[in-house]
């Protein structure tokens, strides 16, 4: 899931509604479409984008033949080398509705068309595709939101207001919402290699792209010649509770491994506890400061309460190797390095994030059939000394419950809640501070993959490969040798040292 911004979801208390988009039986792909791709112009992107470039047009609803029509970019980036391997690789970017053209700086400077040509398409909904599911309002919502309450229901009315704003408009200028899910972006992708007459390719894809990944592969395996997936997202269980699991595990490895560092531990002891302390603390009495954020320009007004804290760790705004001197800091009242992190947010690259794709899988295939109760319930079990208020909210995705009633899609979660197996080689990627999608996750998809590498980057966090010359080396090898890469990098590796700053009591 580049998981989004602000959010995930689970089997909720929404009742299924009327659908306008047909679906197969459960577990049965979309029939093949008359898709075809149209070379044309590069995306206008803030980098150029170094290859040619295009569009695939398919069906909005392959259920409805001679319905509307959609475009995705494609952009096609040629291998390094002068002699690549036949097979591409395939890119499937997180979110769901993540730039996936913005993504190409990384992947190349990962080393991933080092030896192969790589193919990005926009997801459908995406930016540069038509039409493209960006909602501003949601966008100027959260800019707001920073000098609010995280969780108050004041702000939950607000995100409300923004989603069914953005719904309107999406609508009322033709969109289909309903076909906007994981079972019709995996068929793109099936489409894409047909039109590109490709035999065979690779698939790559981290947070949400794993999920796509996975269904793509159950549903579409002819022509795939292996799978990586990188900060795994497994589609029969992601969920709103599931996202407390992964917040659980991501810093408890975080706090586990300050504690294996002599000086971080001795520095910093306890550091459950102090997030305990400081969540309840920020929780009563919410600090209202001034920050300037990271990225420059006027500071502005942030609200730290104790779901901004939370959030801000799950989202790794704050630097792992900062955070036990950044939660020592804020309990002896300095929130400056939490402050500039949640100042972050004020500025955001407006329609840059295409939120209509996010609500339309996530209200469609992660909320539906788990309650309130169930997400609170889960909540407490990962972190029980946390007010109820807190853990009321999904991490990065508040309200959800709230936003799928006016997003108002079908439930999906029969058709996309299930298993993939598969003996396609696979390399499976996660990183141990990962918070949004924790690292126990890929050796929980791996099981059913039998023919698949587990390898677990000690203090990375979220999408591990760009952060991670050693995942970037695992990866490589495994497109030569999909069935035995060399893992040997991973022995030598740890998390690195923490930032220790001066003992307030001894200096």
């Known amino acids: 899931m580049a998981l989004v911004a602000a959010g995930l979801a689970v089997l909720g208390a929404l009742a299924p509604t009327p659908s306008t988009a047909l679906s197969p039986s459960p577990g049965e792909p979309l029939p093949e479409s008359p898709a075809r791709f149209v070379p044309g112009p590069c995306p206008d992107a803030p980098e150029p984008v170094p290859g040619r470039c295009g569009f695939l047009e398919v069906p909005e609803n392959r259920a409805r033949p001679g319905g509307r029509t959609i475009r995705l970019a494609v952009a096609i980036i040629p291998a390094v080398s002068a002699q690549p391997a036949p097979e591409p690789v395939v890119f499937m970017t997180g979110g769901p509705g993540g730039d996936a053209i913005g993504d190409i700086p990384f992947l190349i400077d990962s080393g991933v068309n080092r030896d192969r040509d790589l193919i990005v398409m926009t997801q459908r909904g995406g930016l540069y595709s038509e039409p493209n599911l960006a909602c501003p309002e949601i966008d100027r919502f959260y800019a707001d939101a920073v000098g609010l309450r995280y969780d108050a229901p004041s702000t939950g009315r607000l995100l409300v207001r923004a989603a069914e704003e953005c719904r309107d408009r999406l609508t009322a200028d033709g969109v289909d919402l309903a076909a906007y899910n994981t079972t019709e972006n995996a068929a793109d992708f099936a489409d894409l290699r047909r039109a590109l007459d490709i035999d ?58 300050c504690e294996a560092q002599p000086r971080c531990k001795n520095r910093y002891p306890d550091l459950p506890r102090t997030l305990t302390e400081q969540v309840r603390r920020l929780e009563a009495r919410p600090l209202t400061v001034t920050a300037q954020p990271p990225q420059g320009g006027a500071p502005v007004k942030v609200v730290l309460d104790g779901g901004a804290l939370v959030n801000l760790l799950v989202a790794n705004a704050v630097p792992a190797v900062d955070v036990p001197a950044a939660l020592d800091e804020l309990a002896n009242g300095d929130p400056e390095r939490f402050a500039r992190a949640r100042a972050a947010g004020a500025t955001p690259v407006i329609g840059e994030f295409a939120h209509g794709l996010t609500q339309s899988v996530a209200c469609s295939e992660w909320v539906p059939g788990y309650s309130r109760a169930d997400l609170l319930a889960a909540g407490r079990r990962a972190f029980p000394g946390f007010p109820d208020t807190v853990l009321a909210q999904a991490p990065q995705l508040p309200f959800e419950h709230d936003v799928c009633r006016v997003w108002d899609v079908p439930d999906r979660t029969g058709i996309q809640r299930r298993t993939t197996f598969s003996k396609v080689p696979a390399l499976v990627v996660s990183g141990t501070f990962d918070a949004k999608t924790g690292a126990r996750w890929g050796a929980f998809a791996a099981r059913t993959l039998p023919r698949s590498t587990t390898v677990r980057i000690p203090g990375i966090g979220h999408w591990v490969v760009p952060q991670s010359p050693c995942a970037q080396s695992i990866l490589a090898s495994f497109l030569t040798h999909p069935t035995s890469p060399d893992t040997g990098c991973v022995a030598g590796l740890a998390p690195r040292p923490f930032t220790i700053t001066p003992d307030r009591e001894s200096a």
């Open 200 to 257: 065979r390719w690779n698939v790559y894809g981290y947070s949400y792209g794993t999920d796509l990944a996975l269904t793509y592969l159950r549903l579409h395996p002819r022509g795939i010649r292996s799978v990586a997936i990188d900060s795994v997202v497994p589609p029969q269980v992601v969920s709103l509770p599931w996202t407390w699991d992964s917040a659980r595990e991501g810093i408890e490895a975080i706090f586990a491994a």
